[in-house]
């Protein structure tokens, strides 16, 4: 929990200039698809560049910590919650300027379902496997978030970014680092917006495309329960949910956390489960997979915060 001192200080900066909302003492549970964390100090929503400048210039000549909030699609909170300024992106930055018929400059905080949905209406492919996929684009820059042979890394051309020192930068695709579930950008630094670039195609082609990967999507679709998704990345030549469900994994339970009964790469909160649950039950499907089959999992959603 924060001192009462450090409470005064962001309440001062906060009443001064901030545009946005900020809560404190905030349950990251609640801004967590897994529904799980602790609480952060401190949720601020930037509105705009102007705010999000402030906000870090304030964190960093504080010595204030921060962590930047997409969707919290990927994301595992620790029991203790956060130490410091968790700065949520997905209610600024939700603009979407279309510059010519295939490319648009999207904001940080837009959905990607938002953006499919624009590429639909106008008849632009090369997105449809972001289908399914919850979260932001700020969020699956930084994953390079993909599905079915498609990445994001294919559609952005590269990204504006504000600095830790509050400087403004352009990163183009090359200088992104994008690789599997993986991009970079410099420490401390936020996307504010991404610029894409589609494919003309049709609209109905675009659906056509949508459905094939709704129906490939079908398995997971099923999971009933609060999750993030694919909790480890696939390994070389093969898939982690394949590895683990193999070795009979599946149903495998700490507290209330359970490896899903439909999708091995798949934990799901069954009510009340914990971080600590479900990093138990990674570290015990880790364990098993290396010791009978000699293959290394890495894990592929954040683990952010500190134990109770
Ligand atoms: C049901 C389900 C299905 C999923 N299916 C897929 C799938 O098919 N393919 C796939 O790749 N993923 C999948 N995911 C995982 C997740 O949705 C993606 O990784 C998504 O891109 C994360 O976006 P987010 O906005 O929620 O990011 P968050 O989880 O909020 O953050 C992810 C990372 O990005 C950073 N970040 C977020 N926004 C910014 C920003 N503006 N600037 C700098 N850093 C930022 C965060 O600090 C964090 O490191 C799935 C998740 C769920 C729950």
């Known amino acids: 929990m924060r001192k009462k001192e450090e409470t005064v200080q962001y309440s001062l900066f906060f009443i001064q200039r901030f545009k946005g909302k900020v809560l404190f003492n905030v349950p990251m549970s609640e801004y967590t698809s897994f529904k799980i964390g602790g609480p952060a100090d401190v949720m601020a929503f930037p509105q705009d560049e102007g705010d ?73 492919g090369g997105f449809e496997f972001a289908s399914g996929i919850p979260g932001t684009v700020g969020g699956a820059v930084l994953m390079n978030a993909g599905a079915y042979g498609g990445e994001m890394r294919e559609v952005v051309e590269g990204v504006e970014v504000l600095g830790k020192k509050g400087q403004k930068g352009f990163i183009p695709r090359s200088e992104l680092g994008f690789a599997y579930r993986k991009a970079e950008v410099p420490k401390g630094a936020v996307v504010v917006r991404a610029h894409m670039t589609f494919t003309k195609i049709t609209t109905d082609a675009v659906k056509e495309k949508i459905k094939e990967f709704k129906d490939r999507r079908k398995t997971t679709s099923h999971i009933a329960y609060p999750n993030a998704g694919s909790i480890f990345k696939n390994p070389e030549n093969g898939f982690a949910g394949r590895l683990i469900e193999e070795l009979g994994l599946k149903g495998e339970r700490a507290g209330d956390a359970q490896v899903s009964e439909v999708h091995g ?11 600590k649950d479900v990093l138990s039950l990674m570290a015990l499907v880790r364990d098993r997979v290396y010791r009978e089959r000699g293959v290394v999992l890495e894990p592929e959603i954040k683990v952010i915060g500190e134990d109770l």
Request: hydrophobic share 45%.
């Open 52 to 124: 999000l400048k402030d906000l870090i210039a304030f964190a960093e000549a504080k010595g204030f910590p921060f962590y930047i909030l997409g969707g919290g699609t990927n994301l595992l909170v620790r029991d203790g919650g956060f130490r410091g300024i968790v700065i949520n992106m997905s209610e600024g930055f939700k603009d979407i300027a279309w510059q010519e018929e295939t490319k648009a400059i999207v904001g940080a905080g837009v959905k990607l379902s938002e953006v499919l949905s624009q590429c639909r209406e106008r008849g632009l």
């Open 265 to 275: 790469n798949y934990i799901v909160n069954l009510g009340n489960a914990r971080a």
